[in-house]
């Protein structure tokens, strides 16, 4: 996966914050293949336009999602393969974790001349 | 520093999105010290209402700010310390960052029971 930040950009834009804890104990199987398929999947959603994605070594980890729209939003939300994953994370492979959903108000970057 | 992941809440509460790659060369000396300083100043800030923060090694950093208002955010940017460490951040530390400000729309979490 890319390590690139995702690039400021012009408004309107939606922002999903995903802020977990993996479980220290129990089962981790499945997870590493279902963030792969998860990254897949997103990508196909309309009004998708990138993510970014970082996790402390035993600690949190945290992934931002940029949609165009609440709609784009709403269609991820719903895919049946997601929510599956989703049930998957309740029951298997998270402590506990958080979503934010936010409307970008404005971006600004900087990078290395 | 804590790994539980900032609550749910009710709006209106506004998020700072603070995307990062470090420098892979040159000099980290003063990186550390200065979040720690970072972290105990922006507790002061009036309307911060917490953070969190993940990097992979070698990856990317994510830092994700809440604030009850616009501002909280305005107070912490122009804050003279915190200009200074982001003078530092682009001279010496990063390879490039992005800052996304965004409207919380909706919070949701989970919690293992």
Redesign the interface.
């Known amino acids: 996966m890319d390590?690139?930040?995702?690039?400021?950009h012009e408004p309107p834009c939606?922002?999903v914050?995903f802020?977990?804890?993996r479980?220290q104990e129990g089962d981790a199987e499945g997870y590493g293949e279902a963030s792969l398929r998860m990254d897949e999947l997103v990508r196909d959603v309309p009004g998708f336009l990138g993510y970014?994605?970082?996790?402390?070594?035993g600690?949190?980890?945290?992934t931002?999602g940029?949609f165009r729209d609440?709609d784009a939003i709403r269609a991820w939300q719903r895919n049946a393969e997601h929510r599956s994953a989703q049930q998957r994370?309740?029951d298997e492979w998270?402590?506990?974790?958080?979503?934010?959903?936010?409307?970008?108000?404005?971006?600004?970057?900087?990078?290395?001349g």
């Open positions: 390590i690139t930040p995702f690039a400021a939606y922002t914050v802020t977990s804890v479980r970014e994605s970082a996790r402390t070594p600690g949190l980890g945290i931002v940029y609440e994370g309740r998270y402590d506990s974790y958080t979503v934010h959903v936010a409307r970008v108000e404005r971006s600004y970057g900087f990078e290395r």
